[in-house]
């Protein structure tokens, strides 16, 4: 299986900060990355596919850039809905996989 | 409004089986090829596995943990997608959430404990 891993695994920031967390992938999955957000106790919710096409409805706050192994989610300036776990996930093969998370907090 | 909703979900003792349910509405259901994902504390996210539209065949995949005891099927006319779980494992004990295979819809999942 492809492993995902991202980093940090938690991210202290504040209103307005500038907020980038990186995902990386152990082998090329081309662009077929997608960003999830997840609050706790709901489902996972797609911000980004195909590694930096927005999602309709989601804030253009919310960017994704990358491609082959690397992969970067950036929220420009962070909003308090933003607290939240964030999760990349590869789809170049059926079977996906999953970052382990990153959790912003305040 | 698409929507995706479980249930089914509950308590299990180790061996046993349960099958949990998807109920789709809003959407051409058919022609959507559907996912399950879990959901543990340790574990994360994993994928549970998948399965296509009957017209592109109907035929289904599954992740290594789960081949051979889980079985994805899907009833078009009820718009309703399941997962039957058997010989069920304490590592079994997930949020199981079910999502379109662009997943971008998703259920907002139902528990399932296997424990004694």
């Known amino acids: 299986d492809i492993q995902m891993t991202q980093s940090p695994s938690t991210l202290s920031a504040s209103v307005g900060d500038r907020v980038t967390i990186t995902c990386r992938a152990s082998q090329s999955v081309n662009n077929w990355v997608a960003w999830h957000q997840q609050k706790p106790g709901t489902a996972p919710k797609l911000l980004i596919y195909k590694a930096s096409s927005l999602q309709s409805g989601v804030p253009s706050r919310f960017s994704g850039s990358g491609s082959g192994t690397e992969f970067t989610l950036t929220i420009s300036s962070l909003q308090p809905d933003d607290f939240a776990t964030y999760y990349c996930q590869q789809y170049n093969t059926y079977s996906w996989t999953f970052g382990q998370g990153t959790k912003v907090e305040i | 409004e698409l929507q995706l909703v479980e249930s089914g979900g509950g308590l299990v003792k180790p061996g046993g089986s349960l099958r949990v349910s998807c109920a789709a509405s809003?959407?051409?259901?058919?022609?959507?090829?559907m996912s399950w994902v879990r959901q543990t504390p340790g574990k994360g996210l994993e994928w549970v596995g998948r399965?296509?539209?009957?017209?592109?065949?109907?035929?289904?995949d599954y992740a290594a943990p789960v081949k051979g005891r889980f079985i994805i099927s899907r009833d078009d006319s009820q718009k309703t997608l399941y997962l039957q779980m058997n010989s069920l494992q304490t590592e079994d004990t997930a949020v199981y959430y079910c999502?379109?295979?662009?997943?971008?819809?998703w259920g907002p999942g139902t528990m399932v404990t296997v424990s004694s």
């Open positions: 809003g959407y051409t259901f058919s022609h959507t090829w």
């Open positions: 999502t379109t295979y662009a997943f971008d819809i």
């Open positions: 399965i296509k539209s009957k017209n592109d065949g109907g035929t289904t």
